[in-house]
């Protein structure tokens, strides 16, 4: 029996099916299968990354010098990172511009996790308000991944300045403006800024020499080149033991556990002072878009490092506290120190051109 040829569409029936909510669906889907495929391949490729990682020698840049607190904690980390990443980390110190060289250069890098950068609260929170042309957004260039360290700087002089607590030092500044120098361990730096703040609620002037790190800064204060600095205690306090410096406070709200004796400068007297706290903290980041589960896998080994007993140790002997923590709490910190310094900064004057 003959079979009958089916009939042709009428124009309205054709346009019917070719509208209807099925073919529109299934021919959205088909000009999405390449970037959905591509999608998928990316993802493949991502996870078996972060799942191999590390396969190399990552690079860890301290944006400060060699024998710095920064330096100190690198070090301090750099076996106990080698035996949980299965690699060598290899420290590279670049302390230049501020610590914004080396930072920038993180920010610049490949987003895999093999390069990755120490740096502090000047090139990540005091930077965005010191430099009119800053190469990088922090929090937008860089992926935080944990907090190092977190203490209190403190306020040290020359150990022939006639001076021993911050009232004294306050009235020295008060009576003869522009007489003294203070050192600090780079421009912009919480070394840096502390003693701007200082100057600013005080009204007093003192003039800022700015040095690559804290050996040379200190080095300056001993001499007598500079007559005050303000910098974390890991190489103050063995200069103040030999009767080189001489410690006048600490810039936490409440006294450091390690320096028990030392007043803080909120206890100066000075009402301007009242209720005075600058921080200095550190951290680890690597450039934006890394990948989430290499982030995660950074993060674990450098909380395991930092909290481990012989790392803990060394770092309270400098004078450091070990922090860690979440990629989270390290971005939340930058934030809010960026929040908090900015008119400080602004009201201080500071600029770096």
């Keep these: 029996m003959p079979t009958r040829s ?12 070719m509208h209807s909510p099925h073919t529109r669906l299934r021919r959205q889907l088909l000009c999405l299968l390449p970037a959905l495929m591509s999608l998928g391949a990316g993802l493949c490729h991502s996870s078996a990354h972060a799942q191999s990682f590390p396969s190399k020698q990552i690079r860890w840049i301290v944006v ?49 996790g093999y390069t990755w950068v120490m740096s502090y609260n000047g090139p990540l929170s005091f930077a965005p308000y010191l430099y009119p042309k800053l190469p990088y957004q922090p929090l937008k260039d860089l992926q935080p991944v944990m907090t190092t360290t977190s203490q209190p700087n403190v306020i040290a002089v020359n150990a022939q300045l006639p001076v021993s607590t911050m009232r004294e030092a306050i009235a020295l ?40 790190g804290s050996p040379p800064a200190v080095m300056a204060t001993m001499s007598g ?29 409440h006294r450091y556990p390690l320096l028990p004796d030392v007043p803080t400068v909120a206890e100066s007297g000075v009402p301007e002072l009242k209720g005075f706290e600058a921080l200095a ?6 450039a934006a878009g890394t990948p989430r589960e290499v982030v995660d896998r950074i993060n674990s080994a450098l909380n395991a490092a930092i909290h481990d007993a012989a790392v803990k140790e060394r770092l309270k002997a400098a004078g450091l ?33």
Aim: net charge positive; glycine share 8%.
């Design 225 to 253: 080149e500079t007559q005050f600095m303000a910098s974390v205690p890991t190489v103050i306090a063995p200069q103040v033991k030999q009767g080189r410096l001489k410690y006048l406070a600490v810039t936490s709200a």
């Design 321 to 353: 506290e070990p922090v860690g923590g979440t990629p989270e709490q390290f971005a939340k910190l930058i934030h809010d120190e960026s929040v908090k310094w900015a008119p400080i900064i602004k009201r201080s004057g500071a600029r770096i051109d």
């Design 173 to 212: 500044l008060k009576n003869s403006p522009g007489k003294y120098n203070f050192a600090s361990v780079g421009n912009g730096s919480s070394s840096h800024l502390t003693m701007e703040y200082i100057k600013a609620v005080t009204n007093t002037y003192a003039v800022h020499i700015p040095f690559n």
């Design 64 to 112: 400060a010098p060699a024998g710095s607190s920064l330096d100190v904690i690198a070090r301090a980390m750099q076996d106990k990172l080698k035996d949980n990443l299965g690699q060598t980390v290899v420290i590279e110190n670049k302390p230049q511009a501020g610590g914004t060289l080396g930072t920038n250069e993180v920010a610049k890098s490949a987003p895999d």
């Design 281 to 286: 903290w550190n951290g680890v980041l690597v």
């Design 6 to 17: 089916p009939l042709p569409l009428t124009k309205s029936k054709h346009e019917k099916i």
